[in-house]
Every structure is written in structure tokens, then in C-alpha cells.
């Protein structure tokens, strides 16, 4: 059965972990997909596969291309769109016309958005009142690298206090799942708590309501790792060893045979 945003609350209030990855393309996302990953990120972290440095220069068009090649590839994992950078916070008309964009053109069911109260409170409003699923994220937001970096938010009693309210905040404006990126486990727990609708976590301790991590990092394919990602599989030795392999047997001889 195709996984709904309805169905992620339901399993907050079952005690049932929401597992969530990220996904690039067709042959990813079919994998996680079997796999049973209950929901796809296609997140504008696929910088990283397209070769940028950070999360800003990353188009919509391109996030676009991604997700149609996302969604030919699952059947049953909610596929959810990053907006990026500069694509929605211009204006409400803006957000509009991108996130319908991204459901119009390629099938996926939500867009998540980055940013809190109040900045994006009104936006998100208009997107759930116009029948568009809008997950948050609150906490590292990398696409204010350059004013937050890369390091961990809350870990003051204030800022934590400020990403607890924006949290309530986004909650109220309709958000279906919020994701709390890089802060301390205390605060993801307390908020957690606080929510009707799951948090998915990622640096965020295991008191979340599901967790997601970036596939790349995941599969050892990226050149580096935060410090909180598991590497599961290292595919760059992998691939590495195998393409170099082929190389030799071609230069022997020895592939293909005679
Ligand atoms: O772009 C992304 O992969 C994300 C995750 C880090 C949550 O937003």
C-alpha cells in the first residue's frame, strides 16, 4: 500500500519508527524503495551528487528532473520534494507556483521547506490551505550555510527555547512531519513530545519519531560524511576496485573473451 502523509502520523501515535532516505534518480529510489523505506527525500542535498559545494546553487528545474526520475521508480514510498534555495521564500506567490510546479510535474505527493517562525509560518499556511502536504525543517538549515555554517543549533538554552517554538509554530501552520536536523537528542526528545505530527530526525538522537539520512553518505559514496551519519556500505571502494578491474582485463586481454 502507497505510504500517505496521513499514515506518518498514524505511526507517530503507534510508537512505529518512520524510516526515510534520500534519493537521486531511477535506480536509487527503485532500491529503497524494495527495501521498504517508508518515505523518499528527494533533497536538494543531491548537490553533492551533482558535484556543487553547498545546497544554494541547486535549481528548481533540476530538482524537478531528479523527482520524475524518483517517482518512475517507487511504488509505495511517499516521495517528498525539497524546494530550493530562493525557489519559496521571495513570496507566498513564489512557494506556490514552485511547490505546484513540483507536484504538477512529478508525481510526488509533498514539498518539505526549510525555515521556522516567522519567516515561513504564512507561506506554509497557504501551501496546507491549498491542498499542498508541506513537511518543515527546523534546527541546521543548510541553506543559511553561510550564516549558521554547519554546526550544531540549540545547544543554548535560548536557542533551543527558539526552535521548540518555531516547531509549535510550524505545527500550527499544517505541517504534516518536521525535521530536525543537528541538535542536541534533550531537545528533539522535548520536542518530540510536544508534537502531534512526527519529527524525523537526522543528528537529532534517537528519540525522534523516524529518522533519515543522506543516501550518499549512507552508502559510503560521498567524499565526506557529517558527524553524525552511519556509513553503511563503502560503494566508493566498491566501484572503484571493480571499475579498475575492468580496466585491466580490458587492457590485458582478457575482456571480453576471444
Ligand atoms: O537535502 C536533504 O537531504 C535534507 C536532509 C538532510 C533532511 O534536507
Known amino acids: ?12 501515535q503507534q510508537g512505529r519508527a518512520i524510516v526515510a532516505l534520500t534519493a537521486w534518480d531511477f535506480a536509487i529510489a527503485q532500491l529503497l524503495d524494495l527495501a521498504g523505506v517508508d518515505f523518499i527525500l528527494v533533497g536538494d542535498s543531491l548537490s553533492v551528487i551533482l558535484g556543487y559545494d553547498t545546497t544554494l546553487p541547486i535549481t528548481l528545474d533540476e530538482m524537478i528532473h531528479h523527482a520524475k526520475a524518483v517517482r518512475r521508480g517507487v511504488k509505495n514510498a511517499l516521495i517528498v520534494v525539497d ?66 555554517g554547519l554546526r550544531q543549533q540549540g545547544k543554548s538554552q535560548e536557542d533551543g527555547e527558539r526552535i521548540l517554538q518555531e516547531a509549535i509554530a510550524l505545527e500550527q501552520a499544517g505541517v504534516f512531519a518536521l525535521v530536525l536536523e543537528h541538535i542536541p537528542a534533550e531537545l528533539a526528545k522535548h520536542i518530540t513530545q510536544q508534537l ?7 543528528g537529532a538522537g534517537s528519540h525522534c519519531d523516524g529518522q533519515v539520512l543522506v543516501t550518499s553518505d ?3 559514496l560521498s567524499q565526506r560524511q557529517p558527524p553524525f551519519a552511519k556509513v553503511y556500505t563503502n560503494l566508493r571502494e566498491t566501484i572503484t576496485e571493480a ?16
Open 83 to 148: 524546494l530550493p534555495f530562493l525557489s519559496y521564500q521571495e513570496s507566498i506567490g513564489q512557494a506556490m507556483h514552485s511547490a505546484g510546479r513540483v507536484l504538477k510535474e512529478t508525481g510526488a505527493q509533498a514539498v518539505k521547506l526549510e525555515g521556522g517562525y516567522p519567516a515561513m509560518v504564512k507561506t506554509i499556511t497557504r501551501l496546507v490551505q491549498s491542498g499542498i502536504p508541506v513537511m518543515g525543517h527546523v534546527g541546521l538549515t543548510p541553506q543559511s550555510i553561510h550564516q549558521l
Open 1 to 12: 500500500m502507497p505510504v500517505t502523509t496521513q499514515q506518518l502520523i498514524q505511526w507517530k
Open 218 to 220: 549512507v552508502l559510503g
Open 196 to 202: 502531534r505530527i512526527p519529527t524525523i530526525g537526522i
Open 243 to 258: 571499475v579498475a578491474n575492468y580496466a585491466l582485463e580490458v587492457r590485458e586481454g582478457k575482456f571480453p573473451h576471444r
